[in-house]
């Protein structure tokens, strides 16, 4: 830490004050114990006596000033008070950049931190504090994330809700007023509100599925068979793949794969990959399910379609809530955009972790499960 010229000068009189100040106090004493030595022959006399006694090293020189002695040791001691006032002073003056530094940063400069490098104890403390703001500014910016994520889904939730609402009350308002020619027109209209009621409950089934797993339910665990689970995944969508022109596929070992999970909330991941596959796969032919077990601690889980390729653009955000790869909310493929997010939470929730690749060939939703509870595997694709 570098002091300004000011303190320079400050630390510098004090140091000359210091030593004037001791100087005068050492010749007092001198003069004083001068005084007593001549006033009092005994003690000249006892004075005598030792130094003629006294030897000092090899060479048995004596001590024939008792002046110069006492001079020497005054001066040893008023160079230790110097340098302890001065380092006292100095740590003061830094204690007090410390406390100024703090009150900057209070004062709303939270991008700022403590610059200075001090040896000892106080460096602790400057790390300390500089480690403190940083922490207290990662909360708050995560703070405001979670603020910005809750507007945004109020936003979202109101569109996707106003929208099948609005043509609800528009079709039943027509039916009220009686404005249809035929029972078949009465019938559309009924038919097509009860569409839109349908989809209504759908969004808010998904988005109570998705706050529930954001809140950390417990998981019922239980011990599973990933491989029984796929097959039985790929039997009751048989029926609706074929009427898509698609095939389900399943590639897993002949070993039974076991892991702990929550069977409901997994097997919700697997549906709603599925699910994707097929309303989205749009020219693909396949979907292959496969599983296995590349070590005793995970469990890696597939599900590929050959359909049309997701754009580069959008991989990294398909786990988002409300997005949706085709950039508008079709009426053909329909879906809540909640799907992929709430699979993410489940699969985390697990300790897992889910990413997707896609090329021209294939697009593939790879999740990791571990196969112990309680394990939480590192995500090598996070980015």
């Not at 104890?121 to 994520?149: C, F, G, H, P, Y």
């Not at 085709?326 to 699969?347: C, F, H, M």
């Amino acid at each position: 830490m570098k002091l300004t010229a000011r303190e320079k000068s400050a630390l510098i009189m004090e140091g000359i004050v210091t030593v004037i100040l001791l100087l005068l106090l050492d010749l007092s004493v001198i003069v004083l114990l001068n005084e007593m030595i001549q006033t009092n022959p005994g003690l000249q006399d006892g004075i005598f006596i030792i130094k003629r006694s006294v030897f000092i090293g090899p060479q048995h020189y004596q001590l024939w000033s008792w002046e110069n002695i006492f001079i020497v040791l005054m001066l040893l001691f008023d160079a230790g008070v110097v340098y302890w006032r001065l380092i006292r002073r100095y740590h003061q003056m830094q204690l007090r950049h410390i406390i100024g530094e703090l009150h900057y940063i209070a004062n709303g400069h939270f991008d700022h931190r403590i610059p200075f490098t001090i040896k000892g104890d106080t460096q602790r403390v400057i790390t300390s504090v500089n480690a403190l703001v940083d922490s207290v500014i990662a909360s708050m910016d995560e703070e405001r994330k979670i603020e910005k994520s809750k507007d945004e889904l109020i936003t979202n939730v109101s569109h996707d809700l106003r929208t099948p609402l609005t043509s609800i009350i528009g079709y039943l308002g027509l039916v009220e007023d009686r404005q249809y020619h035929s029972e078949d027109e009465l019938l559309k209209y009924t038919g097509t509100a009860f569409n839109k009621a349908k989809q209504m409950k759908s969004l808010v089934d998904d988005l109570f599925t998705y706050t529930k797993m954001r809140a950390d339910t417990p998981l019922s665990l239980a011990t599973l068979d990933v491989g029984q689970m796929l097959e039985q995944l790929a039997a009751s969508f048989e029926l609706e793949a074929s009427e898509k022109g698609m095939a389900i596929d399943i590639d897993v070992p002949d070993k039974p794969i076991r892991i702990e999970a929550d069977g409901e909330k997994l097997g919700r991941v697997f549906n709603n990959l599925i699910t994707n596959a097929l309303k989205y796969g749009e020219g693909g032919k396949h979907i292959n399910l496969r599983a296995k077990q590349p070590d005793d601690k995970e469990v890696v889980v597939s599900v590929e379609n050959d359909g049309k390729k997701i754009p580069e653009a959008s991989l990294s955000q398909v786990f988002e809530r409300f997005y949706r790869v085709e950039g508008s909310r079709s009426k053909a493929t329909g879906g809540t955009g909640l799907g992929l997010a709430i699979a993410q939470s489940i699969v985390k929730r697990h300790g897992g972790y889910i990413y997707v690749t896609s090329t021209d060939d294939w697009t593939r939703f790879v999740i990791h499960l571990p196969i112990k509870n309680g394990i939480q595997l590192k995500d090598e694709h996070e980015k």
